[in-house]
C-alpha cells in the first residue's frame, strides 16, 4: 500500500508559476513510475507527467518545456513544476504511483489559474 498527499495547488494568473508535492507513505525507490495527472471539469484524467526509477520522465505535449517533474527519494515525495501557466492547465492534479504490481492515486489538489 502506498498513500499519497498532493499539496500545493490553489490559484494562480497566467504566466504564474507553482510547485505540487506529492508526499508517499513509503519508500519511492522501487516505486516504477511515478506520476502527475489531471483532469479538467467534463473532460478525461490525462497524463501530465511521469518519472520512472530508472531516471527517463515523459510529458504530455501540452506541457511540454514548461512543467517539470521530478523525484526526492530521500524525502519520498514527487514534485512537479509548473512555469508559464495557461488558463487551460486548470484541473484537479492527481499523483499517482505505479508499482507494476497495483497503482495508487492521491486525492487530488485543484489548480486554478485565472486573472
Known amino acids: 500500500q502506498v498513500q499519497l498527499v498532493e499539496s500545493g495547488g490553489g490559484l494562480v494568473q497566467p504566466g504564474g508559476s507553482l510547485r505540487l508535492s506529492c508526499a508517499a507513505s513509503?519508500?519511492?525507490?522501487?516505486?516504477?513510475?511515478m506520476g502527475w495527472y489531471r483532469q479538467a471539469p467534463g473532460k478525461q484524467r490525462e497524463l501530465v507527467a511521469a518519472s520512472t526509477n530508472g531516471g527517463n520522465r515523459d510529458y504530455a505535449d501540452s506541457v511540454q518545456g514548461r512543467f517539470t517533474i521530478s523525484r526526492d527519494n530521500a524525502k519520498n515525495t514527487v514534485y512537479l513544476q509548473m512555469n508559464s501557466l495557461k488558463a487551460e492547465d486548470t484541473a484537479v492534479y492527481y499523483c499517482n504511483a505505479d508499482t507494476t504490481v497495483e497503482v495508487f492515486w492521491g486525492q487530488g489538489i485543484q489548480v486554478t489559474v485565472s486573472s
Open positions: 513509503r519508500s519511492i525507490h522501487s516505486i516504477y513510475v
